[in-house]
C-alpha cells in the first residue's frame, strides 16, 4: 500500500545545513512534495518535484530524488531559527489533484 | 487573490453532536479535498470533491461527509461526533486536471468533550 516514513525528531545548530529525509513506497508516485506547519497553523507548501526529475533547487531548500530506492531528501541551507517547525513529505500518484499520502512529519529543532 | 479560508477556526463539540465545516477554494479552483490531522500526526485523506460530487475517499466511516456548492466552496459534515475526531481539518484546492500543486487553508481546530 502507500505509505511515506520520515524520521520524527531532527535538531541542527543555527547556521548549519538541515537534511530531511524521506522514503515512500508508491512506485507510481507522481508529484513528492515538502509542506512546512509551524504551531498553530495551517500546511505551507515549500517545493515540490515531479517524479522524472532528479534535484530542485529553490533559494536555500534543495530537494533529491532517489526514484530507484524511492527516497527524497529535504536540504536546508544556512538553517535559522525561522526554520523552525514541523516539515511533512508527502506524494500524490497520477496526478497533483489526487489524495496527498503525508509522513508523520519531522520536527526540526534549531541549536543557537 | 484570496487563498483557501476555512470557516471557523475553532470549534467545540460535546459527544454525539454533529459538525459542519466550510471552505472556500483558492480562485481559479474548482476542486476542493479535505483531510484531518491528529495531535501529532499528519494529515490523512477523507475525500475530495469536483463538480459537486465524491470523487475519491480516504479510509473513514460514512458519519464523515460532503458537499461541493455551485461556486466550487465545501462543507464537511460529521455526524455522531467522538472524542477521536478531535482534529485540525484542512481543507486543500486545486485545479482539476492540472498539474500545479493543491493550496491548503490554515484549517479548523476541533475539539470533542
Redesign the interface.
Given at each position: 500500500g502507500e505509505d511515506?516514513e520520515q524520521s520524527l525528531f531532527l535538531s541542527v545548530r543555527e547556521g548549519d545545513s538541515s537534511v530531511i529525509n524521506c522514503t515512500y513506497t508508491d512506485s507510481s508516485s507522481t508529484?513528492l512534495?515538502w509542506?512546512k506547519q509551524e504551531p498553530g497553523?495551517?500546511?505551507?507548501?515549500l517545493t515540490?518535484i515531479?517524479s522524472n526529475m532528479d534535484m530542485k533547487q529553490d533559494q536555500r531548500l534543495t530537494v533529491l530524488l532517489n526514484k530507484k530506492d524511492k527516497h527524497l531528501s529535504l536540504r536546508i541551507a544556512d538553517t535559522q531559527t525561522g526554520d523552525s517547525a514541523i516539515y511533512?513529505c508527502?506524494e500524490t500518484s497520477y496526478?497533483?489533484?489526487?489524495?496527498?499520502?503525508?509522513?508523520?512529519?519531522t520536527r526540526l529543532s534549531i541549536r543557537p | 487573490d484570496a487563498g483557501v479560508t476555512q470557516s471557523p477556526t475553532h470549534l467545540i463539540k460535546t459527544r454525539g453532536q454533529q459538525v459542519t465545516l466550510r471552505c472556500s477554494p483558492k480562485s481559479g479552483h474548482d476542486t476542493v479535498s479535505w483531510y484531518q490531522q491528529a495531535l501529532g500526526q499528519g494529515p490523512q485523506f477523507i475525500f475530495q470533491y469536483y463538480e459537486e460530487e465524491e470523487r475519491q475517499r480516504g479510509n473513514f466511516p460514512d458519519r464523515f461527509s460532503g458537499h461541493q456548492f455551485p461556486n466550487y466552496s465545501s462543507e464537511l459534515n460529521v455526524n455522531a461526533l467522538w472524542l477521536g475526531d478531535s482534529a485540525l481539518y484542512l481543507c486543500a484546492s486545486s485545479l482539476w486536471g492540472s498539474n500545479q500543486p493543491q493550496h491548503f487553508g490554515d484549517g479548523t481546530r476541533l475539539s470533542i468533550l
Open positions: 511515506v508529484y512534495y509542506y497553523a495551517g500546511l505551507q507548501l515540490y515531479f511533512f508527502a496526478s497533483s489533484a489526487s489524495k496527498i499520502i503525508f509522513g508523520s512529519g | -
